[in-house]
């Protein structure tokens, strides 16, 4: 068979795509507890998320280019317009706005208002709203029951006034101070005719009439309205209403005064038609005499409608502890206690009305003597909070309990820890996560994500009944177990937890299975926090991912190799720029039939001075978590640019050459710019740069990262999407994007020779590709049968080990110059077939010369000698920097072996071959010994390549 077939071109013709100029960030925030929508300069609604579609009760895409205005009234509407006006000159504005719902009723929205730019010019607006209707109806709520709480410290205005008509006394509250302008020193000595003179003259005969008519014995309430106070020449207009009790033997009149808008025509209130405070507060106000025991209301208020209760109150007072709960009668007690020494008291307690019980909050305030040297009795105002003590426990349900489980939330959760933490109990704690659920949110929908998180809280219910379980966020759960620390109990616990990951859950159609991790750790005594054990907990389910087997770990201080690398990596990162350990490699990309050269991947590269080479697997996410990702991302440009501009130079046949972008990259406003700019700057014309996007970068089908590779295209560069058909983005996206070409998933060449579906799925691939004009590559052949297959499903070009390794800047020249490569079959194949092979461990003891200490890494050994050891691992050590490993085999006692590793090879399937020396020959003799009983075993087996 011929290396290359000869087979017909078709020219590929670069397709455009409108897309609107308004960025739109919605579909970011679908899962934004808040409603989110942009407008464009105009006012209209450009695009939203489904929660503003609900929240106004309008269904689908109804809300498109409307007006903001035509859901608000014209007073609302101008109010609010200065805002908007703001935010379109590049504020961020906050406001309160009343919207009307499709169905009439008005809803009150927090709302901000973030300008939206485009090339520095501002297009429009992002909105966020959420609606707080409810939270103003309970504030409303909440004051009114204040108010009825605290009537005489919320109200400054109102004023207590006993009058003893037989000597003529007045004892005043201490709100007269302000409602007449005077000390509260000059208030105490105040006498009924000093009072009488803070009356208007013309008054004064009203105020008069009201003592006259309670003398007379009536008992409904007298009612008028008076001008206050001489040093505002009695231009204070206050409402005089009153009622008659007896203390002792002896009639009081006893008067609220509060301050009220004035009366056209100002008169006494006939008492039968009188509309007194009395008679219209809902508070029930009372006072009761200790030595009498006489008991008697100004107002029932709430008890009005109680009679039952209200009679037993006013004639068997003795008998009210009858009706109080026994849990509070402590309180009231103490209460009793201030009381009679003088202090006024405020309680709370609950009450027996109707057979339930009712919540109260009381005022108390002592009635002295007339030598103030002991109580003589009290007055009491009494609310009814039950609505309140409800809603507040509605409040803590919704604030400790997840809305979506009905699970306790991480911080209820984090409490119940701490207190059994404060008890010195102790206990084991569990962080499980189930890995789906951003998987089934993004391909099946949040309905169907929903659910399965009340699928895995019910499996975790059923498997561990008596844990008091939390949900941390998504399907990551944590579990408390109260019985005492018992390490083989627990692995039995994980394996039946694991097996999990065997089953298919069924959901609405669909089936699911988990991908279950566990991270243990235990409180035994020792001085900790409750986060710190969540940190814990966290740390060991962050090892168990990264490790494939068991799938469970127990935490413990120490870091394992894995992270311990990784921990010094992400530190070294930020420096590795400046220190110049970054560089670049290039991988050709040739035609698949006649093998011409047709561009060139930029790969990056990271030489360690501590680790060595640095897989980019490695390091990429670690870029990105830390946001080195953009001076990496910028550093990559401008090193191609500069490498381009040099062929040109040199007059060489240069070809594009493609770098790999971030999907953080194409988030950031700038960054088309940026790609512009250093082209323009180093001379390069556009169609020699080519962008390499993930597939994952289309997963939020986002407007920005449309228009910034919109953007791109129009200026000539070319767009490639990498990784095609590893299942994350739909065929529709490809035509959603201006793209030139696709690149599939190097996974599909190695399964394309084994699994006649492969060969199937690529089949409708190419098939689409041609009709969108798309270039199909294949990545990652390493033989050619491989090779040949691809040609049979007419993919155009190939990138693999079969046609060049990456290799150096300075080889790119020969390789324009020669300009077709020739296919050879890829070497440092894993083994296929089954190894004589032990389990083992390695950890650092020293490296460059300094002694440290970190947990271990799986290997596995295939050979031994007297002299040195080979094995496999999935971690990349560094060689020949002063190394030192200690090697422990499993399930075998034996002592500490020391080796040093002298060579390292990588396979092609991500694992890595090491050879290394005794350092004690004799220590050899533990593992050939071993090796002799041990089994065979397949690489991808142990490692789950497969």
């Given at each position: 068979?011929?290396?290359?077939?000869?087979?017909?071109?078709?020219?590929?013709?670069?397709?455009?795509?409108?897309?609107?100029?308004?960025?739109?960030?919605?579909?970011?925030?679908?899962?934004?507890?808040?409603?989110?929508?942009?407008?464009?300069?105009?006012?209209?609604?450009?695009?939203?998320?489904?929660?503003?579609?609900?929240l106004?009760g309008?269904?689908?895409?109804?809300?498109?280019?409307?007006?903001?205005?035509?859901?608000?009234?014209p007073?609302?509407?101008?109010?609010?317009?200065?805002?908007?006006?703001?935010?379109?000159?590049?504020?961020?504005?906050?406001?309160?706005?009343?919207?009307s719902?499709?169905?009439?009723?008005?809803?009150?929205?927090?709302v901000?208002?973030?300008?939206?730019?485009?090339?520095?010019?501002i297009?429009?607006?992002?909105?966020?709203?959420?609606?707080?209707?409810?939270?103003?109806?309970?504030?409303?709520?909440?004051?009114?029951?204040?108010?009825?709480?605290?009537?005489?410290?919320?109200?400054?205005?109102?004023?207590?006034?006993?009058?003893?008509?037989?000597?003529?006394?007045?004892?005043?509250?201490?709100?007269?101070?302000?409602?007449?302008?005077?000390?509260?020193?000059?208030?105490?000595?105040?006498?009924?005719?000093?009072?009488?003179?803070?009356?208007?003259?013309?008054?004064?005969?009203?105020?008069?009439?009201?003592?006259e008519?309670?003398?007379?014995?009536?008992?409904?309430?007298?009612?008028?309205?008076?001008?206050?106070?001489?040093?505002?020449?009695?231009?204070?207009?206050?409402?005089?209403?009153?009622?008659?009790?007896?203390?002792?033997?002896?009639?009081?009149?006893?008067?609220?005064?509060?301050?009220?808008?004035?009366?056209?025509?100002?008169?006494?209130?006939?008492?039968?038609?009188?509309?007194?405070?009395?008679?219209?507060?809902?508070?029930?106000?009372?006072?009761?005499?200790?030595?009498?025991g006489?008991?008697?209301?100004?107002?029932?208020?709430?008890?009005?409608?109680?009679?039952?209760?209200?009679?037993?109150?006013?004639?068997?007072p003795?008998?009210?502890h009858?009706?109080?709960?026994?849990?509070?009668?402590?309180?009231?007690?103490?209460?009793?206690?201030?009381?009679?020494a003088?202090?006024?008291?405020?309680?709370?307690?609950?009450?027996?009305?109707?057979?339930?019980?009712?919540?109260?909050?009381?005022?108390?305030m002592?009635?002295?003597?007339?030598?103030?040297?002991?109580?003589?009795?009290?007055?009491?105002?009494?609310?009814?909070?039950?609505?309140?003590?409800?809603?507040?426990?509605?409040?803590?349900?919704?604030?400790?309990?997840d809305?979506?489980?009905?699970?306790?939330?991480?911080?209820?959760?984090?409490?119940?820890?701490?207190?059994?933490?404060l008890?010195?109990?102790?206990?084991?704690l569990?962080?499980?996560?189930?890995?789906?659920?951003?998987?089934?949110?993004?391909?099946?929908?949040?309905?169907?994500?929903?659910?399965?998180?009340?699928?895995?809280?019910?499996l975790?219910?059923?498997?561990?009944?008596?844990?008091?379980?939390?949900?941390?966020?998504?399907?990551?759960?944590?579990?408390?177990?109260?019985?005492p620390?018992?390490?083989?109990?627990?692995?039995?616990?994980?394996?039946?937890?694991?097996?999990?990951?065997?089953?298919?859950?069924?959901?609405?159609?669909?089936?699911?299975?988990?991908?279950?991790?566990?991270?243990?750790?235990?409180?035994?005594?020792?001085?900790?926090?409750?986060?710190?054990?969540?940190?814990?907990?966290?740390?060991?389910?962050?090892?168990?991912?990264?490790?494939?087997?068991?799938?469970y770990?127990?935490?413990?201080?120490?870091?394992?190799?894995?992270?311990?690398?990784?921990?010094?990596?992400?530190?070294?990162?930020?420096?590795?720029?400046?220190?110049?350990?970054?560089?670049?490699?290039?991988?050709?990309?040739?035609?698949?039939?006649?093998?011409?050269?047709?561009?060139?991947?930029?790969?990056?590269?990271?030489?360690?001075?501590?680790?060595?080479?640095?897989?980019?697997?490695?390091?990429?996410?670690?870029?990105?978590?830390?946001?080195?990702?953009?001076?990496?991302?910028?550093?990559?440009?401008?090193?191609?640019?500069?490498?381009?501009?040099?062929?040109?130079?040199?007059?060489?046949?240069?070809?594009?050459?493609?770098?790999?972008?971030s999907?953080?990259?194409?988030?950031?406003?700038?960054?088309?710019?940026?790609?512009?700019?250093?082209?323009?700057?180093?001379?390069?014309?556009?169609?020699?740069?080519k962008?390499?996007?993930?597939?994952h970068?289309?997963?939020?089908?986002?407007e920005?990262?449309?228009?910034?590779?919109?953007?791109?295209?129009?200026?000539?560069?070319q767009?490639?999407?990498?990784?095609?058909?590893?299942?994350?983005?739909?065929?529709?996206?490809?035509?959603?994007?201006?793209?030139?070409?696709?690149?599939?998933?190097?996974?599909?060449?190695?399964?394309?020779?084994?699994?006649?579906?492969?060969?199937?799925?690529?089949?409708?691939?190419?098939?689409?590709?041609?009709?969108?004009?798309?270039?199909?590559?294949?990545?990652?052949?390493?033989?050619?049968?491989?090779?040949?297959?691809?040609?049979?499903?007419?993919?155009?070009?190939?990138?693999?080990?079969?046609?060049?390794?990456?290799?150096?800047?300075?080889?790119?020249?020969?390789?324009?110059?020669?300009?077709?490569?020739?296919?050879?079959?890829?070497?440092?194949?894993?083994?296929?077939?089954?190894?004589?092979?032990?389990?083992?461990?390695?950890?650092?003891?020293r490296?460059?010369?300094?002694?440290?200490?970190?947990?271990?890494?799986?290997?596995?050994?295939?050979?031994?000698?007297?002299?040195?050891?080979?094995?496999?691992?999935?971690?990349?050590?560094?060689?020949?920097?002063?190394?030192?490993?200690s090697?422990?085999?499993?399930?075998?006692?034996?002592?500490?072996?020391?080796?040093?590793?002298?060579s390292?090879?990588?396979?092609?399937?991500?694992?890595?071959?090491?050879?290394?020396?005794?350092?004690?020959?004799?220590?050899?003799?533990?593992?050939?010994?071993?090796?002799?009983?041990?089994?065979?075993?397949?690489?991808?087996?142990?490692?789950?390549?497969?």
């Open positions: 068979m011929p290396f290359f077939k000869k087979k017909n071109t078709e020219s590929f013709i670069n397709g455009s795509l409108d897309f609107k100029q308004l960025v739109d960030a919605t579909h970011f925030l679908e899962n934004h507890p808040d409603a989110v929508y942009t407008l464009n300069l105009d006012g209209y609604i450009v695009s939203f998320n489904q929660k503003l579609s609900l106004l309008y269904e689908g895409k109804k809300l498109h280019q409307q007006h903001f205005s035509d859901f608000l009234s007073a609302e509407a101008a109010r609010i317009a200065p805002f908007k006006q703001q935010a379109l000159q590049g504020e961020t504005v906050h406001f309160t706005a009343e919207v719902h499709r169905n009439g009723h008005l809803l009150t929205m927090n901000t208002n973030i300008p939206i730019y485009e090339n520095r010019v297009i429009g607006v992002y909105g966020i709203a959420r609606d707080i209707t409810q939270h103003i109806q309970l504030r409303f709520q909440h004051m009114q029951l204040s108010m009825k709480q605290q009537l005489t410290e919320s109200i400054h205005s109102i004023a207590f006034l006993d009058y003893v008509p037989s000597t003529n006394r007045i004892f005043l509250s201490p709100h007269f101070a302000s409602l007449l302008d005077v000390s509260k020193h000059r208030l105490t000595s105040m006498n009924y005719e000093e009072f009488i003179q803070e009356i208007h003259p013309d008054d004064r005969h009203l105020f008069k009439k009201q003592i008519l309670l003398k007379k014995g009536g008992t409904v309430p007298v009612s008028c309205q008076l001008r206050m106070n001489q040093q505002l020449l009695h231009s204070k207009y206050v409402q005089c209403e009153g009622l008659k009790f007896q203390d002792g033997q002896q009639d009081v009149f006893s008067f609220i005064f509060h301050t009220s808008p004035p009366l056209l025509h100002p008169s006494s209130a006939p008492p039968a038609a009188s509309h007194s405070f009395f008679s219209r507060v809902e508070t029930a106000i009372y006072q009761t005499e200790y030595e009498s006489q008991f008697f209301f100004f107002a029932h208020g709430f008890l009005q409608t109680h009679p039952s209760e209200l009679e037993q109150i006013q004639n068997r003795s008998t009210v009858e009706l109080i709960h026994p849990d509070d009668l402590p309180k009231l007690a103490d209460a009793n206690e201030q009381i009679l003088g202090e006024q008291v405020q309680l709370t307690y609950r009450f027996l009305i109707d057979q339930e019980w009712t919540w109260l909050d009381e005022i108390r002592p009635l002295r003597n007339e030598q103030d040297t002991a109580t003589t009795g009290h007055q009491g105002i009494v609310s009814d909070i039950t609505v309140f003590k409800q809603q507040e426990e509605t409040i803590r349900t919704l604030s400790s309990f809305q979506k489980t009905g699970l306790p939330n991480r911080l209820l959760f984090l409490e119940e820890l701490e207190h059994r933490i008890r010195q109990s102790p206990c084991t569990m962080a499980l996560h189930f890995n789906q659920l951003d998987q089934v949110n993004a391909h099946i929908g949040y309905t169907i994500g929903d659910q399965w998180l009340l699928k895995t809280t019910e975790l219910q059923d498997y561990l009944p008596d844990a008091y379980c939390t949900r941390i966020s998504g399907d990551h759960y944590a579990l408390l177990l109260t019985d620390f018992d390490e083989s109990h627990l692995k039995l616990l994980c394996q039946k937890l694991l097996a999990l990951n065997e089953t298919r859950i069924a959901i609405d159609g669909y089936t699911i299975s988990p991908d279950l991790k566990i991270g243990i750790n235990h409180f035994d005594g020792t001085e900790t926090s409750a986060s710190e054990l969540m940190h814990g907990a966290n740390r060991a389910l962050t090892r168990a991912t990264l490790n494939k087997r068991p799938g770990e127990f935490y413990t201080s120490q870091l394992n190799l894995e992270m311990y690398r990784r921990h010094q990596l992400e530190v070294s990162l930020k420096q590795s720029i400046e220190r110049e350990e970054l560089f670049l490699e290039y991988q050709p990309k040739v035609d698949i039939w006649n093998g011409r050269l047709l561009s060139f991947e930029a790969l990056i590269r990271w030489e360690h001075p501590e680790w060595g080479r640095i897989p980019p697997k490695d390091f990429i996410p670690l870029s990105e978590e830390s946001d080195c990702y953009q001076p990496i991302g910028n550093w990559v440009i401008k090193t191609v640019c500069s490498l381009l501009q040099q062929l040109l130079r040199d007059d060489l046949p240069v070809v594009p050459i493609s770098i790999n972008v999907p953080k990259q194409l988030l950031h406003s700038e960054f088309a710019k940026t790609i512009i700019g250093a082209l323009q700057h180093h001379h390069v014309p556009s169609r020699l740069l962008l390499e996007i993930p597939e970068a289309l997963l939020h089908d986002s920005l990262v449309k228009d910034t590779l919109r953007h791109l295209h129009q200026a000539g560069v767009i490639i999407l990498d990784s095609y058909g590893s299942g994350v983005s739909s065929l529709t996206s490809l035509f959603d994007y201006p793209l030139t070409s696709l690149k599939l998933d190097r996974s599909f060449a190695a399964r394309l020779t084994e699994d006649p579906a492969v060969g199937s799925f690529i089949k409708g691939i190419t098939y689409f590709a041609k009709e969108l004009n798309l270039l199909v590559v294949a990545e990652g052949v390493e033989t050619l049968e491989q090779l040949d297959r691809f040609r049979d499903l007419e993919c155009h070009a190939v990138q693999g080990y079969l046609f060049s390794r990456p290799v150096h800047a300075d080889q790119i020249a020969p390789l324009l110059t020669q300009s077709t490569l020739q296919p050879m079959e890829a070497i440092h194949q894993p083994p296929k077939k089954p190894l004589l092979s032990l389990h083992g461990h390695i950890s650092i003891t490296l460059n010369g300094k002694a440290i200490t970190v947990g271990a890494s799986s290997v596995l050994i295939t050979r031994s000698t007297n002299r040195s050891v080979h094995f496999y691992a999935s971690i990349r050590l560094p060689i020949n920097h002063q190394i030192e490993l090697l422990q085999l499993t399930d075998v006692v034996h002592p500490r072996i020391l080796i040093e590793p002298l390292l090879t990588e396979l092609d399937n991500g694992l890595f071959h090491y050879a290394a020396d005794y350092k004690v020959r004799a220590q050899s003799a533990h593992v050939i010994k071993a090796l002799e009983h041990s089994e065979q075993l397949k690489l991808d087996d142990v490692f789950l390549l497969s």
